[in-house]
C-alpha cells in the first residue's frame, strides 16, 4: 500500500437516493442507491474524476474489497453519484473530499451512457459525466472505499491495461479511451503538468 494517511468514514448508504435520468440526461425521477444497481441496474446520474498531478501522472484509486461491485478493482481517481437535489459542483467536491481528502478545481470534458454487469444480482448503467482536475495534495483515503492509490505516469497505465484489463474496472476503461483519443487535445494540459480550466472549478452547465 502507498505512504498514506488512512481515515474511516462512511459515506455511502443504500438507501440515499440517486438522480434517474433518459438517454438525454433528464431527471426522471429517484431511486435508492441499492435498487437503482440491482439486476440489470436502472439508469441514473453519475460522475468520474480524473486527478492528474504536476508531473502528469494520473491518481488511481484500488476499490475496497467491501464495494458491491468491482471491489479490489483499479480505477480512476474518483466516481460516485449526484444525490437528490445536489448539483455536479457540490456532489463531485463533496466525494473528493470524502474519498480521497483533497479539493481541486475540476473540468468538465463530456457525458456518455453505459451499462456493465457484475453478475446476475448487480450492474452499473449511467449517464456518467467526465470530469479532469490537477492536485499535488498527498491524498488521505478513507479505507471504507478505497484499499489503496497510486499516481501512475501514461505510458504505464497504458502498458498496465494492455496486459492485465481485467484488473480496471469497466467504466475507467471505456472513458480513459475516449479521453485519450477523442478528447486528446483537453487531456494534454493535464499530461503537460499544466492544468486545464483550474480557475473555473466547473462549468456553468454544471
Known sequence: MAEQTIRQEVVSFDNEELILVDDQDHEIGYLDKARAH???????????????????????????????????????????????????????????RQELGIETGLEYIYKFQYHAQFDPSGAERELCW?????????????????????????????????????????????????????FRSRLEPYLDGRGGGLAAAVGAEL
Not at 480524473?50 to 483499479?74: D, I, T
Not at 466516481?79 to 456532489?91: D, F, K, N, Q, Y
Not at 482536475?133 to 492509490?149: K, M, T, V
Request: charge should be neutral; include cysteine.
Open 130 to 182: 467526465v470530469f479532469l482536475g490537477q492536485s499535488d495534495q498527498a491524498p488521505r483515503i478513507n479505507a471504507l472505499e478505497i484499499a489503496d492509490w497510486r499516481y501512475v505516469a501514461v505510458a504505464d497505465l497504458e502498458r498496465e491495461m494492455d496486459q492485465r484489463p481485467e484488473d480496471f474496472t469497466p467504466w475507467f476503461k471505456l472513458e480513459w479511451q475516449r479521453l485519450n483519443g477523442e
Open 38 to 96: 440491482e439486476g440489470e441496474a436502472v439508469l441514473h446520474r453519475a460522475f468520474s474524476l480524473f486527478v492528474f498531478n504536476s508531473r502528469g501522472e494520473l491518481l488511481l484509486q484500488k476499490r475496497a474489497e467491501g464495494k458491491r461491485l468491482w471491489p479490489g478493482f483499479w480505477s480512476n481517481s474518483c466516481c460516485s453519484h449526484p444525490r437528490r437535489g445536489e448539483t455536479m459542483a457540490i456532489a463531485t467536491q463533496r466525494r473528493l
